[in-house]
C-alpha cells in the first residue's frame, strides 16, 4: 500500500506557495491515498503512550499549548502502517517535494504526534526560527468530529504589527483564515517572521480528541546549533558538566 500520493504532490504549485500572503501556505485535500488515510486513522497510536503537557508557561507571556504530545523515534512502538508511512517521509520523493516547495536543498525533518481534548487550544504564535515549516496531517475522520467542535487551525495576517516576541490574542490581527482539517487534509506552512497561527479553544464532548501527525522542517545549521545549546543547558541545570580540556 502507498501512503503518500505522489501524483498530488507533484501537482502543488511551488511559485503559487512562495507568493501567497501573509506567508506561504497550502491547505490541500488528497495527499494521502484514501485508503492509506484511513489505514493510518485506524491504527493511530494509543494515548497510553503520549505524555502531558498542559498548563506548561510560553515565552514571551503566550498562552499554554495543551495537548499530549508523542515525539517520533525509532523506539516508539507503532503500527507497521505507520512505520510504512514514515518511511515514505523519508524518502527522496518526499524530501524533493519539500525541496521544490521551499526553496532549497538543505532539511532536516522531525515528526510527532499531538492529541487535543476539549478545552486545549493553541495561542496565536510564530514558530521559532530553527524551523522553516511544518506539514500537518489531520486525523479528525468526518464520522467522529464536527466542525463546530472546532481544531481547525488559523492563519493570522498581523499586517506586520507585532513582534514574534508578544503574546497577541485572535481578536487583534487583521485577517483569520480557517483551514480545513476534517478528513484526508493536511496544512503545510513556512515559517517567516509574521507566520502567526493557533487553534481557538476545542469544544468537543469527553473523550474525543483533535489528532494531528506534524513533520516539523527544520533549518540543519540552526537545528544543530540549538540541539547544542540545549545539551549545555541540561547538564548546567544537573550539574553534569565538566572543564573542557586535554582530551584523556
Known sequence: MRYLNLERLDELNAEQFQSRKPYPWVNPAGLLTDAGYQTLY??????????????????????????????????????????????????????????????????????????????SSVSPHCDARHKLGSHIFYFSNAGDWRPEWGGETLLLDDGGRFKRSSAPGFEDFDHVAATESIGNRSLLFARSGNSWHGV??????????????????????????RNAINLITRRHRTGGHRAVGRPR
Not at 523506539?75 to 524518502?91: C, H, M, P, Y
Not at 479553544?201 to 516539523?216: D, L, Q
Request: aromatic content about 12%.
Open 200 to 225: 481557538r479553544e476545542i469544544h468537543c464532548p469527553e473523550g474525543a480528541m483533535r489528532k494531528v501527525f506534524i513533520v516539523v522542517i527544520n533549518d540543519p545549521l540552526r537545528d544543530t546549533v
Open 42 to 119: 485506524e491504527t493511530l497510536p494509543d494515548l497510553s503512550q503520549f505524555s502531558a503537557s498542559f498548563g506548561v508557561a510560553r515565552a514571551h507571556g503566550q498562552r499554554p499549548h495543551d495537548r499530549y504530545v508523542l515525539e517520533y523515534s525509532e523506539r516508539v512502538e507503532l503500527a507497521e502502517s505507520w512505520r510504512a508511512f514514515i518511511r515514505e517521509l523519508e524518502s527522496p520523493q518526499y524530501h524533493s517535494f519539500l525541496q521544490r516547495m521551499f526553496g532549497r536543498r538543505a532539511l532536516r525533518l522531525k515528526m510527532h504526534w499531538h492529541y487535543a481534548p476539549a478545552g
